[in-house]
Each structure stands twice: as structure tokens, then as C-alpha cells.
């Protein structure tokens, strides 16, 4: 298999990103959007993924964190798409149930092609940090249509909006590698139709 490693730079008048994912690295992150708590999610994700993460990104925090984490789950989900390829050989699906403290969550993914996002959460805080935690919605949500993924992140329990939104971006990235491992009984893509 070859290198999964996909670099994308996005430059518009709220924002300026570049991104680079390795989806067979070690763990290792460089994170730096300007949001404390969201370095902290980026880094939760590579870590458990087991994903190289690097991210640039400046946005115009003046006004909100919206346009920052929405912009950097567009090229997060067009990298992941680069680095995946042609899904010769991929397991395809991925889920994982995720437990931090008293927060549960639930999240599974099929790299089909086909964007969708269920999204299930009730989470009491406005704010983490100087994150928003609607963007957490809107970050996943940007990640599905931008890598033409089906997302589906459940919270099953939980109280605390840190655990929450950090369990959240672990049982993403535990499902994004389960999704993304190669599988060597898989000689062509896992479809009946013969394409994703």
C-alpha cells in the first residue's frame, strides 16, 4: 500500500489552514488554530488514532470560533478523502463505544461515498474553553460532507461537557482507524458494486 499521507491548504478571508494527516503515523500532532480546547480535541484525535496530525490555521477569532472550526473540519475531511484513496483493500467501517468518566459515546463510520451525519448530544455548556459546543456538531458535520463519509456520533450518557466533546473526537478517531486499517482479504474495494 502506498503512503497515506495528504496535504491540504485552504486560504479564504475568515480563514488560512494547512493541514497534513498521515493515516498510518504513530500519534504524533502539531496543532495550532488559536483555540485552546480545540488544539486539545486535534491532538485527542491524532493520539487515538494513531494518525501524523499537523495544523496551521488563523481565523478571524475576533468575531467567533465558528469560522476556524468549521474551515478546519472541510480540509480535515478533504484530506482524510486524499489519504484514503481509492479505498482498494480498506476495512470500510469503523465504530467504536467510547468511555470517559461518566460520558458514553457512541460512533460508527462507512467510508461509502456518500455524505450523511447523525448526530445525537445534549450538552448543557455553551462553552469549553473558547470553543462553542454547537461547533462541535458543525465540525463533524463539515468532516462528513468534505470526505463523503456516514458519520454517526451518539452520546449515550454523560454530563460533563468536556467528556462529552472529548469523547466525541476519541471514538471518531478510534473509528476512523478502524475504517481506514487495510484488510489483505480485501483485494478491491468493499462493495458489491465494485466502486466507492
Not at 494547512?18 to 485552546?36: E, F, H, R, V
Not at 460520558?103 to 450523511?116: K, T, V
Request: net charge negative.
Amino acid at each position: 500500500m502506498q503512503q497515506r499521507i495528504s496535504t491540504i491548504t485552504r486560504n479564504t478571508k475568515e480563514t488560512q489552514i494547512t493541514l497534513t494527516i498521515n493515516l498510518d503515523g504513530s500519534g504524533k500532532a502539531d496543532i495550532s488554530t488559536g483555540i485552546g480546547f480545540f488544539d486539545h480535541m486535534l491532538n485527542s484525535f491524532a493520539r487515538h488514532g494513531l494518525f501524523d496530525l499537523t495544523v496551521k490555521a488563523t481565523g478571524d477569532l475576533e468575531v467567533d470560533c465558528h469560522h476556524t472550526i468549521e474551515d478546519v473540519g472541510i480540509v480535515l475531511g478533504q484530506a482524510i478523502a486524499q489519504a484514503v484513496g481509492d479505498k482498494k483493500s480498506i476495512c470500510r467501517y469503523g465504530d467504536c463505544i467510547l468511555p470517559m468518566d461518566e460520558a458514553l459515546i457512541l460512533c460508527a463510520i462507512d467510508l461509502s461515498g456518500r455524505p450523511y451525519l447523525g448526530y445525537e448530544a445534549s450538552i448543557s455548556s455553551e462553552r469549553v474553553g473558547g470553543f462553542d459546543t454547537e461547533m462541535a456538531k458543525e465540525f463533524f458535520y463539515a468532516i462528513s460532507y468534505s470526505a463523503s463519509m456516514n458519520l454517526h456520533i451518539r452520546q449515550l450518557a454523560g454530563e460533563n461537557s468536556h467528556h462529552i466533546i472529548e469523547g466525541m473526537f476519541k471514538a471518531f478517531a478510534k473509528a476512523l482507524d478502524k475504517a481506514t486499517i487495510a484488510d489483505p482479504r480485501i483485494t478491491d474495494v468493499l462493495s458489491t458494486k465494485g466502486s466507492l
